[in-house]
């Protein structure tokens, strides 16, 4: 690794950490803003009660003091315990969530590549044909609709009308449906990402010339066409799988799904800071992993790239 090199990923990596300090700093005072506190929902909590209980949970000290200390645990991966599901810490209950979104995830993000890659060529070989036209017009319906409306839509027209699946995704049939909302983003910006660098690719001046050698189409397609094609669509897996995994926080919750989302929403509703927190700093910890992971593949896949 030259030293240009070795100094861009150093720089990414600092400021990587940078973003995710502001992150923590940020969620913690803006929680602490918040008018009310974890205790107000409580049932018949009286004054005394309410002190001994931020006694407990070290909520009475300096807020200067409270996230100093925060800080210190975060940096240990100690979040706390969970002010409304008591006797449960906020990192165990992350780690449940994160192993059925996570889940999730992969599977979407891969069945998402996968199709965008195909149907992204597909368009481009056929460009200007009425094939290209209908992959164009539904990738397009597909990027322009949130997730939580193709959701409901999918939840309405196969759970609740035809009952082809169940609505409940705590089951293995029932994450079908959230795996295809999950999908359809990612695999419809793949789609139109794949068409693109593939008819740019294929414009290039080595092509023709491979076609003037009497190379076969097959060859020009997928050992020098698709190669040189996929590489915006490589650099995006990163950040595809950090927006399949914070997108799914309103898919989880339209399909009952007991992942990570579902966990984050439901703390909100609870007034749990510190679960709330606790969510907001690993998804974005995931989200800013993604993107330097991301940014790092960019000379990897293309060793063309002058970093800066």
Same mark, same amino acid.
């Given at each position: 690794?030259?030293?240009?090199?070795?100094?861009?990923? %150093?720089?990414?990596?600092?400021?990587?950490? &940078?973003?995710?300090?502001?992150?923590?700093?940020?969620?913690? &005072?803006?929680?602490?803003?918040?008018?009310?506190?974890?205790?107000?929902?409580?049932?018949?909590?009286?004054?005394?009660?309410?002190?001994?209980?931020?006694?407990?949970?070290?909520?009475?000290?300096?807020? #200067?003091?409270?996230?100093?200390?925060?800080?210190?645990?975060?940096?240990?991966?100690?979040?706390?315990?969970?002010?409304?599901?008591?006797?449960?810490?906020?990192?165990?209950?992350? !780690?449940? /969530?994160?192993?059925?979104? =996570?889940?999730? !995830?992969?599977?979407?993000?891969?069945?998402?590549?996968?199709? !965008?890659?195909?149907?992204?060529?597909?368009?481009?070989?056929?460009?200007?044909?009425?094939?290209?036209?209908?992959?164009?017009?539904?990738?397009?319906?597909?990027?322009?609709?949130?997730?939580?409306?193709?959701?409901?839509? %999918?939840?309405?027209?196969?759970?609740?009308?035809?009952?082809?699946?169940?609505?409940?995704?705590?089951? =293995?049939?029932?994450?079908?449906?959230?795996?295809?909302?999950?999908?359809?983003?990612?695999?419809?910006?793949?789609?139109?990402?794949?068409?693109?660098?593939?008819?740019?690719?294929?414009?290039?001046?080595?092509?023709?010339? =491979?076609?003037?050698?009497?190379?076969?189409?097959?060859?020009?397609? #997928?050992?020098?066409?698709?190669?040189?094609?996929?590489?915006?669509?490589?650099?995006?897996? /990163?950040?595809? %799988?950090?927006?399949?995994?914070?997108?799914?926080?309103?898919?989880?919750?339209?399909?009952?799904?007991?992942?990570?989302?579902?966990? &984050?929403?439901?703390?909100?509703?609870?007034?749990?800071?510190?679960?709330?927190?606790?969510?907001?700093?690993?998804?974005?910890? #995931?989200?800013?992993?993604?993107?330097?992971?991301?940014?790092?593949?960019?000379?990897?896949?293309?060793?063309?790239?002058? %970093?800066?």
């Amino acid at each position: 690794m030259n030293p240009k090199t070795l100094k861009y990923i %150093l720089k990414r990596v600092v400021l990587a950490i &940078f973003t995710i300090w502001v992150v923590i700093t940020l969620t913690f &005072f803006i929680m602490h803003a918040v008018p009310g506190g974890p205790f107000v929902g409580e049932k018949a909590v009286t004054p005394q009660v309410q002190k001994a209980m931020e006694a407990k949970y070290g909520l009475d000290k300096p807020l #200067f003091r409270q996230y100093l200390t925060y800080l210190n645990d975060v940096c240990h991966l100690r979040f706390g315990p969970s002010l409304k599901q008591r006797g449960r810490m906020v990192i165990d209950i992350i !780690g449940d /969530g994160l192993k059925t979104s =996570a889940k999730l !995830g992969v599977i979407a993000a891969a069945i998402a590549t996968a199709l !965008g890659v195909i149907l992204g060529s597909f368009a481009a070989l056929r460009r200007n044909t009425i094939l290209d036209r209908i992959i164009m017009v539904i990738t397009t319906a597909f990027v322009s609709m949130p997730s939580f409306i193709m959701g409901s839509l %999918l939840l309405v027209a196969f759970a609740v009308r035809t009952h082809i699946f169940p609505a409940n995704g705590s089951t =293995a049939a029932g994450l079908v449906l959230p795996i295809i909302t999950l999908m359809l983003y990612p695999m419809s910006y793949i789609t139109r990402l794949t068409r693109s660098s593939m008819l740019d690719v294929l414009g290039q001046d080595y092509i023709r010339t =491979a076609k003037a050698k009497g190379v076969s189409r097959t060859n020009i397609i #997928f050992k020098h066409a698709l190669k040189n094609a996929l590489i915006p669509v490589i650099t995006y897996l /990163g950040p595809e %799988l950090a927006y399949i995994t914070t997108g799914s926080l309103v898919v989880e919750q339209i399909f009952a799904v007991p992942g990570i989302g579902r966990a &984050f929403v439901n703390s909100i509703t609870n007034r749990d800071y510190t679960l709330i927190m606790g969510t907001t700093i690993v998804l974005a910890t #995931f989200i800013v992993i993604m993107n330097l992971v991301s940014d790092i593949m960019y000379k990897v896949v293309d060793p063309r790239i002058n %970093l800066e």
